[in-house]
C-alpha cells in the first residue's frame, strides 16, 4: 500500500531525507520513530506529493506520489503536525467545507460528519467556533477530517505532539480504533510510549535515514541481543553446582537470584529449568527482563554514534 | 460550459467563499468597511458641495464639474485599499496560522486554491467600495450637484474594479512568494508606490478631462492583472510555500545563478558565441519576430499618421511651432552628435526599455519601442510632405547605421517580451527569483554579446559614414 525505494530530499546543500526504503502493507500500522529534524515531516511530505523526491521513488495505493499527485492526494489522509483548523469556523462547517473539497456529495457529507464527529465525542460542540475548543477536541476535529473521506492511507504527523496526558491519551484510543485490514497508517512520533502502544511496525528514523526496522519484537533481538531471564531462588545462588544447557549464558546475578541470556528460549529455557532443579535450586520465579522500546531505540542511537 | 469545467469552477468559488465567510466574521475587516462604505462618502459629498460652492463664488465651473468624478474615483479607490491586507496574508497568513498544508494535501489543483485566494481577496473590498459609490451618488442627488455623465461613471466603476483585481494580484503573488506575514507586508510598497502614482495619473487625467487615455489606462491595469494572475499562478509552488522559513539575500547564490545563465557551457569566449549566444538567439527568435513585425507596423503607422494629418495643418500653425521649438526645447547641435554621445543615448534608450519592460512584463517597453519606430517612419512621411527625397534621406540618412541600429534595438526590445514570456510561464520545480535571473542572465548575454557590439557599429557609421554620405548623395 505504501512503497518507497531510496526517497531522498536534499534542500541545497542539506540531505533532510536520505535514501528511505519502506513497504507498509495493507491493515499494518507503521511508527516512523525519530527525534526533531530527524526527516519524518518531510518523508510525509514527501508520500504526500508536496515535497518532489530528489531521488528515488515513492507509491501510494500504487500511485506514483511525482506523475499522480492530484490522485495521491485523494487516497491520502493527512494529519499535519498542526491541526490547520479554521478557527471561526465551527466543526460542522469545517468538516462540511472539507468534504466538498475531496467532492463528496451532500448526503455523504453530512452523515460522515455526523459519524465522525460522533465517534470522537464532538457532536455536542459541533456548533461552536473551533475557537473555543481545547487542544484534545481540536487535534480530534483534525482526525475526523483526516477520515471525512475514508482513506486508505493515513499519514499522522506528530498525532500527540504537545499535548496534555489526558488528551494524548484520548487521541491515541481514537488512532487506535482506526486500524482496520485493509487501512494502512504511518504515524511519525518521536514518542516511545505512543510508537509501540499504535504500531505494528517500527522504523527509527535518523538524520533522515532508517537505521533499522521492523517489530518492537525483531528490533529488540537485532538491537539489544538475545532475550535475558531473571531467576529468583527461595534457597539463594550456588553457581558451581550449575551445569548450562547450549546457547545459555550466565550475565549477572543479584540477591535474588542469577540472570541468563537465552539464544532459543524455546528450546534452552525448559532444559535451563531442568540444569536449575537439578542443582538443587529451589526456583520461585523466572521472568524474561523487560526492555522498553526506550532501550532500543537508544541502542540504535548508540551503534550510531559508535559508528 | 461542460460540467467538468463547471465543477472545477465551484471549487474555486468553495475556496473563496469559506475565506469570504471568515473575512465577514472578522471585526477587524468589517469596522473599515463599514466607515469606508457610509462615512467616507459623505465626507465626499461635503468636498463635492464645499467645491460647488467655492465654484459659484469665484466662477470656477470646471473645478467642480473635474472634482465630482475624482471624489468618485477616491470614493470607490479607499474601500479596495482594504483587498490589500487581506490578499497579502492569503497564503503566508495561511501557512503561519497552520491552516495552508491540510488545503495543499488536499486535491484541489493549484489554479483552483490560487484563483479562489484572488477571489476572495476581491469581492468583500469591492462590494465595499460598489456600495460607497451608491452612497456618494445617492448624496449628490440629495444635495443637488449634478451626477458625472454614464461614460465617466461607467469609467471610474470600471477603473476601481480591475484596479481591485491588480492589487489582489500583485499582493497574492507577494503572499506566495513570502516567507511571513511581516515579510509580505515589507514587500507591499512595491503595490501601493506604483498604485499611487497610476491613481496621480489617473487624477491627472480625470482633471484634464481626457478619456481616451483614461480607458487606456483601464486597458492596461486590465492585461498587467492578468499577467500577474498568470505569473502567480505559473510559480505558484506547494514545496516552496512549505519549505521557505527565512529570508536572505543571497547574492553569492544570485551571482552564481546569473554566471551560470550568462556563461552557459561555453568554455572559450569563442565557444561562447558559436553556442550560447547563437542558442539564445534561437530561443528568442518568435520574440524577434514579433517585435520585428511590431516595429514594421508602427512604421507604416507613423508614416500613415503623417500623411493623413499633416497637410491639413495649416502653415500658420507650423511657423508658429517652429518659432516656439527653440525656446521651449533644447534640441542639440549637430557639433553634439559625437561618437559617444550617439552610443550613450542608443544605450540609455535600450537601458530604459528593458527596465521599464521589466516591471510592466514587456508593455512599458514594448510602448517605447512602438514610439522609436513610429518616429522613423513619421520622419520619412514628414520629408515626404516637405517635398524632400524621402528615398534619399532613407538610404543615405538612415539605412547606413540603421542596418545595425535598428536590429539591436529589436534585439533589445524581444528581449524585454522574452523575459515577460518566461515569467508566465510554467516551470516546475524553479522558484521565481531563479526564473528571473536566468532570464535576465541570457538577456545580458545578447546584450553584451550582439546588442552592443552593433550599437558600437551603428555609432560609428552614424558619426563618420552617415553625415558624408547624406552631404554627398542626400541632396
New interface residues.
Given amino acids: 500500500m505504501i512503497q518507497t525505494e531510496d526517497l531522498s530530499k536534499q ?1 541545497g546543500d542539506f540531505l533532510a531525507v536520505d535514501g528511505v526504503t519502506i513497504n507498509v502493507q495493507p491493515g499494518q500500522v507503521l511508527a516512523l520513530l525519530g527525534q526533531n529534524g530527524a526527516g519524518k515531516t518531510t518523508t510525509v ?1 514527501m508520500l ?1 506529493s ?3 523526491p530528489t531521488r528515488g521513488w515513492a507509491r501510494l495505493a500504487g500511485y506514483d506520489v511525482v506523475r499522480e499527485p ?2 495521491v ?2 487516497l ?1 489522509g ?1 494529519l ?7 478557527l ?2 465551527t466543526a460542522v ?1 469545517y468538516l462540511d ?2 468534504g ?4 463528496l456529495d451532500s448526503a455523504t457529507r453530512q452523515k460522515r460528519s455526523a459519524e465522525l464527529l460522533d465517534y470522537f465525542g464532538i457532536t455536542e460542540f459541533a456548533r461552536r467556533p473551533i475557537g473555543q475548543y481545547s487542544k484534545g477536541m481540536r487535534q480530534k476535529l ?1 482526525l475526523a ?1 483526516t477520515l471525512l473521506h475514508e482513506p486508505p492511507v493515513l499519514l499522522l504527523d506528530e498525532p500527540t505532539s504537545a499535548m496534555d496526558p489526558e488528551s494524548a491519551r484520548l487521541v491515541r484510543q481514537a488512532i487506535a480504533g482506526l486500524r482496520s485490514a485493509n487501512r494502512t497508517i504511518i504515524i511519525c512520533t518521536h514518542n516511545l510510549v505512543e510508537a509501540e502502544l499504535l504500531a505494528d511496525k517500527i522504523a527509527i528514523i535518523y538524520r533522515g535515514r532508517i537505521l533499522t526496522q521492523g517489530t518492537v519484537e525483531e528490533l529488540r533481538r537485532s538491537l539489544l541481543g538475545p532475550a535475558e531471564y531473571n531467576v529468583r531462588l527461595r534457597n539463594g545462588w550456588r553457581p558451581g553446582t550449575l551445569n548450562l544447557p547450549p546457547g545459555v549464558t550466565l550475565t549477572g546475578e543479584t540477591d535474588a537470584g542469577p540472570r541468563f541470556r537465552v539464544e532459543d528460549p524455546l528450546a534452552a529455557n525448559p532444559e535451563l529449568l531442568k540444569s536449575l532443579i537439578a542443582s538443587g535450586a529451589e526456583v520461585v520465579a523466572m521472568q524474561e527482563v523487560p526492555h522498553t522500546l526506550e532501550e532500543i531505540y537508544l541502542a540504535a542511537m548508540s551503534k550510531v554514534n559508535d559508528a | 460550459m461542460p460540467k467538468r469545467r463547471q465543477e472545477a469552477l465551484q471549487i474555486v468559488w468553495l475556496v473563496a467563499w469559506r475565506e469570504l465567510r471568515d473575512q465577514l466574521r472578522d471585526w477587524r475587516i468589517i469596522i473599515p468597511m463599514f466607515i469606508l462604505t457610509v462615512i467616507l462618502p459623505f465626507l465626499a459629498n461635503a468636498g463635492a458641495q464645499a467645491a460647488m460652492n467655492f465654484a459659484s463664488r469665484y466662477g470656477t465651473p470646471l473645478i467642480a464639474e473635474r472634482l465630482v468624478p475624482f471624489l468618485l474615483l477616491v470614493v470607490g479607490f479607499f474601500p479596495i485599499t482594504v483587498s490589500l491586507v487581506i490578499a497579502l496574508e492569503a497564503f503566508v497568513g495561511e501557512k503561519e496560522r497552520g491552516t495552508i498544508e491540510p488545503l495543499l494535501v488536499s486535491p484541489l489543483e493549484d489554479w483552483q486554491i490560487y484563483m479562489g485566494k484572488l477571489l476572495a481577496g476581491t469581492v468583500a473590498p469591492l462590494i465595499t467600495s460598489y456600495l460607497g459609490i451608491a452612497v456618494y451618488l445617492l448624496g449628490l442627488v440629495f444635495q443637488g450637484i449634478p451626477l458625472p455623465d454614464p461614460n465617466r461613471m461607467a469609467q471610474t466603476l470600471t477603473l476601481t474594479t480591475v484596479q481591485a483585481f491588480l492589487m489582489v494580484s500583485g499582493a497574492i503573488l507577494i503572499s506566495t512568494q513570502s516567507t511571513s506575514v511581516r515579510a509580505a507586508n515589507l514587500m507591499s510598497s512595491f503595490i501601493i508606490i506604483p498604485m499611487a502614482l497610476l491613481i496621480q495619473g489617473e487624477a491627472v487625467m480625470l482633471f484634464w478631462g481626457n478619456d481616451q487615455v483614461l480607458w487606456l489606462a483601464v486597458a492596461g491595469v486590465a492585461v498587467l492583472t492578468v499577467l500577474l494572475a498568470r505569473v502567480g499562478i505559473a510559480h505558484f509552488q506547494r514545496e516552496a510555500l512549505l519549505g521557505r522559513e527565512i529570508d536572505v539575500l543571497n547574492l553569492r547564490w544570485v551571482g552564481q545563478v546569473f554566471w551560470r545563465a550568462f556563461k552557459g557551457q561555453a568554455k572559450s569566449v569563442g565557444q561562447w558565441y558559436r553556442l550560447e549566444v547563437r542558442a539564445a538567439l534561437r530561443r528568442q527568435a518568435p520574440a524577434i519576430w514579433v517585435v520585428t513585425a511590431i516595429g514594421l507596423l508602427s512604421m507604416a503607422g507613423g508614416y500613415a499618421l503623417i500623411q493623413a494629418n499633416l497637410p491639413s495643418v495649416s502653415q500658420d500653425v507650423m511657423d508658429e511651432f517652429s518659432s516656439i521649438l527653440p525656446v521651449g526645447v533644447d534640441v542639440p547641435s549637430l557639433d553634439q552628435f559625437s561618437f559617444f554621445y550617439i552610443l550613450g543615448h542608443n544605450l540609455r534608450a535600450v537601458v530604459v526599455i528593458f527596465l521599464l519592460g521589466l516591471f510592466s512584463f514587456g508593455t512599458l517597453g514594448a510602448l517605447l519601442f512602438v514610439l522609436n519606430t513610429a518616429v522613423v517612419g513619421g520622419l520619412v512621411s514628414l520629408l515626404d510632405v516637405m517635398g524632400l527625397s524621402a528615398w534619399k534621406v532613407a538610404v543615405f540618412g538612415i539605412l547606413p547605421h540603421g542596418i545595425f541600429e535598428l536590429p539591436a534595438l529589436v534585439l533589445s526590445s524581444a528581449s524585454v517580451l522574452y523575459v515577460a514570456i518566461i515569467l508566465v510561464t510554467p516551470r516546475s520545480q524553479r522558484s521565481l527569483g531563479e526564473v528571473s535571473i536566468e532570464a535576465i542572465a541570457e538577456c545580458a548575454r545578447l546584450f553584451v554579446g550582439v546588442i552592443c557590439p552593433l550599437f558600437i557599429l551603428a555609432a560609428a557609421v552614424e558619426t563618420w559614414v552617415t553625415p558624408v554620405l547624406l552631404s554627398t548623395f542626400g541632396g
Fill in positions: 534542500f511530505r504526500t508536496l515535497l518532489a492530484t490522485r492526494r485523494s491520502v493527512v499535519t503536525e498542526q491541526h490547520g483548523l479554521y471561526r469556523m462547517e467545507f472539507y466538498k473539497v475531496f467532492r483534525a477530517r
